[in-house]
């Protein structure tokens, strides 16, 4: 079957960094997404991991451990504006699978 | 257009009633998906399109469902009979040809109320 698990919600204060995990089973994996998104707003998206290892950018990185079934999105610097939820989404063989996301709350 | 459009933002219908929700890709997308996303959950698959054509339906709950793409470019989805837990946010998203790593964009979403 297909599965995903994160945490419904976490909170972290302004400037410190925050790590959401994610862990997944699909029918075939072709890469895992991260999006973000605000509420009342579409996803927008963060990152793409599609082999075994750490991507970074700017103030997000996102990681991916294949043989494990798990990611996780690091949010470094956190600002205000970060308050979202966070999803996970994995494909497998054909489509996109989202998580139901985990919603962040910033403190100042 | 610059990116994902969806039209109305909001409907609001009665039950039985049937619906229509218009999605607007980015010009140049050969795939196009519709998701439906309740309060606290994740968007739920629903249907791809590559091209004209529906790829991958089986998202699509029951035959009350039903999507069209007639000329590759802008979606329709439509819902008939209408029933309550309908009611949710649909998000159409699309992307430049549906490969492997082809980022999904979504548009703004129409929030629809089955009263």
């Known amino acids: 079957g297909q599965n995903i698990d994160q945490p419904t919600e976490m909170t972290a204060t302004e400037g410190a960094i925050v790590q959401i995990n994610c862990t997944y089973q699909?029918?075939?994996?072709?890469?895992l997404f991260w999006y973000q998104q605000h509420a009342g707003e579409a996803p927008t998206f963060l990152s793409y991991?599609?082999?075994?290892g750490l991507e970074e950018k700017g103030r997000f990185s996102s990681f991916l451990s294949r043989s494990k079934g798990y990611s996780y999105l690091l949010l470094k610097e956190l600002q205000m504006k970060d308050s979202a939820s966070y999803l996970c989404?994995?494909?497998?063989?054909?489509?996109?699978?989202f998580g139901k996301g985990t919603r962040l709350h910033i403190l100042p | 257009g610059a990116g994902v459009s969806q039209t109305p933002s909001n409907k609001v219908t009665e039950k039985g009633k049937y619906v229509e929700l218009r999605c607007d890709p980015i010009?140049?997308?050969?795939?196009l998906y519709w998701y439906r996303q309740s309060l606290g959950q994740g968007p739920e698959f629903l249907i791809y399109?590559?091209?004209?054509?529906?790829?991958?339906d089986s998202g699509l709950p029951n035959d009350r469902f039903f999507a069209v793409r007639p000329e590759g470019s802008v979606s329709t989805l439509k819902i008939q009979r209408t029933e309550r837990g309908d009611s949710a946010v649909y998000l159409c998203?699309?992307?430049?040809?549906?490969?492997?790593?082809?980022?999904?964009?979504f548009g703004p979403g129409t929030r629809l109320t089955v009263l």
């Open positions: 998203a699309s992307s430049l040809s549906g490969g492997v790593g082809d980022t999904q964009y």
């Open positions: 699909t029918s075939g994996f072709n890469g």
């Open positions: 991991n599609v082999l075994d």
């Open positions: 989404a994995p494909k497998g063989d054909d489509k996109i699978i």
């Open positions: 010009s140049g997308h050969t795939a």
């Open positions: 399109f590559q091209g004209t054509g529906a790829a991958d």
